[in-house]
């Protein structure tokens, strides 16, 4: 369950550099439209990275991280279920730093990618103490 544990929270950090990706991709993207003509207005509705930076950010990497913090429960790694729920946390507040960038003052969003550094961090930290977790002390037999 330990190498469960270590895969998942490595996935959430590699889903963040995704996001990065799918980010970069969604504006980069929308540049090159604009400068090809294209007007974007309240009708705009995004493009493939602007999708998939959404979909990923409200539905895969949650999903990972609840996994995460399930698993932490029988992986025996050592403070697993804390860092899980540092991992679950820092999710939660991704997903409402992004809705309060939209709603509430665009200037949040500095606050969503600044999330996102220390979501990757916290799920590598997690990862690597999976890894370096020595196996868990065998109970003591005693021969009657």
Do not use: C
């Not at 979909?55 to 899980?84: D, E, T, Y």
Request: no cysteine; proline share 3%; glycine share 10%.
């Amino acid at each position: 369950m330990r190498s469960v544990y270590r895969v998942l929270a490595g996935l959430v950090a590699i889903g963040v550099v995704l996001q990065a990706m799918f980010v970069a991709l969604g504006w980069f993207t929308a540049i090159k439209d604009m400068d090809d003509g294209l007007v974007i207005d309240k009708n705009y509705e995004g493009n493939a990275g602007h999708v998939l930076h959404g979909q990923f950010g409200m539905l895969v990497i949650p999903i990972i991280a609840l996994l995460l913090l399930i698993v932490s429960f029988f992986a025996k790694v050592q403070g697993g279920v804390r860092w899980a729920l540092y991992v679950v946390g820092l999710v939660a507040l991704q997903i409402v730093l992004a809705f309060l960038s939209f709603g509430v003052a665009p200037v949040i969003g500095t606050l969503h990618a600044l999330n996102a550094f220390a979501l990757l961090a916290v799920a590598s930290v997690a990862a690597r103490r999976a890894a370096a977790a020595p196996a868990p002390a065998a109970e003591p037999t005693t021969a009657v």
